[in-house]
């Protein structure tokens, strides 16, 4: 199972980016997709994670800005940044829980994440 990730780069304060994950692999379902990201010094948080049902959860620092998005056919899962600001500049990583897989009853991948900067 591997996790590719896209779409991060640099943007301008109060601009938008938008982050696509796609798992790979001999995957049956998936529980849960979300985002996490650790700035330089700081731990791994979450962004938002959503179930395949569409129950969707965001960190309170999200405030409306991000949208996550899935399309379970295609095991994606997108994150709608708008109003970005210097402090949302971080690695951002893609995480699939609850993963039945070939030879995978319950597992937790993680994509290598890509690297979100907002400077002006």
């Known amino acids: 199972v591997q996790l590719l990730e896209s779409g991060g780069g640099l943007v301008q304060p109060g601009g938008s980016l938008r982050l696509s994950c796609a798992a790979s692999?001999?995957?049956?379902?998936?529980?849960?997709l979300g985002w996490y990201r650790q700035a330089p010094g700081n731990q791994r948080e979450l962004v938002a994670s959503?179930?395949?049902?569409?129950?969707?959860n965001y960190a309170s620092f999200v405030k409306g800005r991000f949208t996550i998005s899935r399309d379970n056919a295609k095991k994606a899962v997108d994150l709608q940044m708008n109003n970005l600001n210097a402090e949302d500049t971080a690695v951002y990583y893609c995480?699939?829980?609850?993963?039945?897989?070939?030879?995978?009853?319950?597992?937790?991948?993680w994509g290598q994440g890509t690297q979100v900067t907002v400077s002006s």
């Open positions: 995480n699939a829980e609850g993963v039945v897989a070939a030879g995978i009853a319950d597992g937790v991948f």
């Open positions: 692999g001999s995957i049956f379902s998936i529980y849960k």
């Open positions: 959503i179930t395949g049902g569409g129950s969707a």
